[in-house]
């Protein structure tokens, strides 16, 4: 065996392993941050804080509620950004203004977190 072919299959799999620690990184930051929106979302809400709730498979939806937030908090409104499927009856009630930016995809699918945002309560 070629001293360069153990080069490259070592490359291979240090580059393989910086993937899996990333995609790990990404999944814990994406948890740590849920969490921290369930806590802000159980708490009670100012009477003026508007809520901007999003379902997105690809990101768009996502990106587009997350330039909504930055527009109203410039304009001096306070903002909770949240998952569509973070809501809840008894989450809602604690807001009076709501925004609900919702991508489909495929053949009008709903995204996989619109999970909760499609029930009657």
């Known amino acids: 065996m070629n ?3 153990l080069y490259y299959a070592a490359a291979v799999i240090f580059l393989w392993l910086l993937l899996c620690a990333w995609a790990w990184r990404q999944a814990r930051r994406r948890r740590r ?3 921290q929106t369930a806590r802000a979302l159980d708490a009670a809400a100012a009477s003026d804080t508007w809520l901007i709730a999003y379902a997105s498979q ?3 939806a996502e990106h587009l509620a997350r330039q909504s937030a930055a527009a109203l908090q410039q304009a001096g409104r306070q903002v909770q950004l949240a998952e569509l499927g973070q809501l809840d ?3 809602l009630q ?3 203004q709501a925004l609900f930016i919702v991508s489909t995809y495929g053949e009008g699918d709903p995204p996989d977190h619109a999970d909760g945002g499609d029930r009657q309560h």
């Open 33 to 35: 941050a849920l969490q």
């Open 94 to 96: 604690h807001y009076r």
């Open 58 to 60: 690809t990101g768009s």
């Open 89 to 91: 009856l008894t989450r």
């Open 3 to 5: 001293i360069t072919h």
